[in-house]
């Protein structure tokens, strides 16, 4: 069994609050992991990727990123990205704190992109990267693309893309990914769209071919040996699942 609790850190600014999965066996690893535009930790695919995660023993830390803690409904503001990406890094820095092992960052979306982008700028940061359905370009406006900084990701990153994505293709995906210094794989999510598979029994098989992915890409063990900033060597660049 896992504990799921309450979990909020205020002792500095911004704050870090959400949801806190402490495994029953843990590896000492751990993962902070945020949400998109329009949601919030509370999103299902988040909860039952966390809880896929907490299973195999890797703490999961569900945050709330600053722009939702300030408001419950809509977008972010774009002038507020910097400081959703300085909660991001206190959120990293506080289960880096209470855990022995590697920490992790991924996010959904805006999140994920926010997090590509912060440990661009901080490449110490975090041990390897958690990318669900990565915005590459606002649909319909494939030009527009948010790669400006990917020549400067060194960190190990996983893509988790649908086949269906209206921010990108695979195909483009891939192309995008070739930007990246760093170790890198993209995995493929047949038939599903933004949400990779949004709620119920569909979130939870994306959720363990996450898990399985990341196991794999990062070199962790259940028992918890390995990490997938192990030498930093090159990866494959485009597996799909």
Do not use: W
């Not at 704050?15 to 999103?43: I, K, M, Q, W």
């Not at 300030?70 to 774009?78: E, I, L, N, Y």
């Not at 527009?144 to 195909?171: C, I, M, N, Q, W």
């Amino acid at each position: 069994m896992q504990a799921v609790t309450s979990f909020e850190d205020s002792h500095e600014t911004p704050a870090v609050r959400g949801f806190l999965h402490t495994p029953d066996e843990p590896t000492g690893h751990g993962l902070v992991l945020t949400h998109g535009a329009g949601s919030n930790a509370g999103a299902p695919l988040l909860i039952a990727i966390a809880d896929a995660f907490c299973a195999a023993g890797i703490a999961v830390l569900r945050c709330d990123l600053p722009f939702r803690q300030a408001r419950t409904h809509g977008p972010p503001f774009p002038a507020m990205a910097a400081q959703d990406r300085s909660g991001l890094a206190r959120a990293v820095r506080v289960l880096r704190e209470r855990l022995p092992g590697k920490v992790f960052l991924g996010g959904h979306s805006y999140g994920g992109r926010q997090s590509t982008m912060l440990v661009a700028e901080e490449p110490d940061l975090a041990d390897g990267l958690l990318l669900l359905s990565y915005p590459l370009h606002p649909p319909r406006r494939n030009a527009d693309l948010r790669t400006a900084h990917f020549a400067k990701l060194s960190t190990p990153a996983l893509f988790v893309h649908g086949t269906r994505d209206p921010f990108g293709s695979v195909d483009e995906m891939r192309g995008a990914l070739a930007l990246i210094a760093g170790p890198h794989e993209i995995v493929a999510v047949e038939g599903a769209g933004h949400d990779l598979g949004g709620k119920g029994s569909a979130a939870a098989r994306v959720a363990g071919m996450v898990l399985e992915a990341f196991l794999q890409f990062g070199e962790i063990s259940k028992s918890g040996a390995g990490s997938p900033a192990a030498g930093r060597g090159p990866a494959p660049h485009g597996t799909s699942a």
